[in-house]
């Protein structure tokens, strides 16, 4: 019975993400437990993940934020997150690789799912985005990045497109890590 934990999770998912966050089974199956107890549908709902970015940020209006995260982690689009989009949520957005974390920023901002970002879907994140900085951090912001509008006007100047173009993964990817500018552009990471 040294392996009861991990029964509760298929094999296969434990496999499966084993092999694409690199945690371990022992973390896995202890994220499982604590996931069942949060989550007893196993599922964890559009509503409770608000709450949960509410708790990030206190001072802040996460709602739309948070609306735009999950829509990004439900990868198979049935309106809850299971322990495995949990999962590799986690890993991509904390211990994965920077191209990794590119990729999920990518559809985090690739509103329609349509494979492609426009200046308005910019636009929209960075609208969500701005609303996570609380208002005495905003009003120590660059006059340039002081509003949404001027925010995702610099943002999409980076990848050399005009307002009517769309932007693919790749050239996101590549503008981002091309200009050291752009990735506080893309997130908001609380002043400890």
């Known amino acids: ?49 608000k709450r949960i970015y509410e708790r990030f940020f206190p001072d802040s209006d996460a709602t739309s934020y948070a609306q735009h995260v999950f829509r990004s982690f439900d990868t198979n689009d049935d309106g809850t997150l299971d322990f495995k989009e949990y999962i590799i949520a986690l890993h991509m957005t904390s211990t994965g690789k920077t191209e990794r974390k590119l990729e999920w920023a990518f559809s985090l901002f690739d509103v329609d799912k349509n494979g492609y970002i426009t200046k308005s879907e910019v636009a ?60 506080h552009l893309i997130q908001y990471e609380p002043k400890k």
């Open 1 to 49: 019975m040294g392996n009861a934990k991990s029964s509760a999770m298929s094999k296969e998912i434990l496999e499966d993400l084993k092999l694409s966050t690199k945690f371990s089974e022992n973390e896995l199956s202890q994220w499982y437990e604590n996931f069942k107890k949060q989550c007893p549908s196993g599922r964890i709902t559009p509503e409770e993940f």
């Open 124 to 183: 929209e994140i960075c609208q969500a985005i701005f609303k996570l900085i609380p208002k005495d951090e905003q009003e120590n912001l660059p006059a340039d990045e002081n509003t949404p509008e001027k925010r995702a006007d610099k943002l999409w100047s980076f990848f050399n497109k005009k307002d009517n173009e769309r932007l693919a993964e790749g050239e996101f990817i590549q503008g981002v890590l091309d200009n050291d500018g752009a990735i």
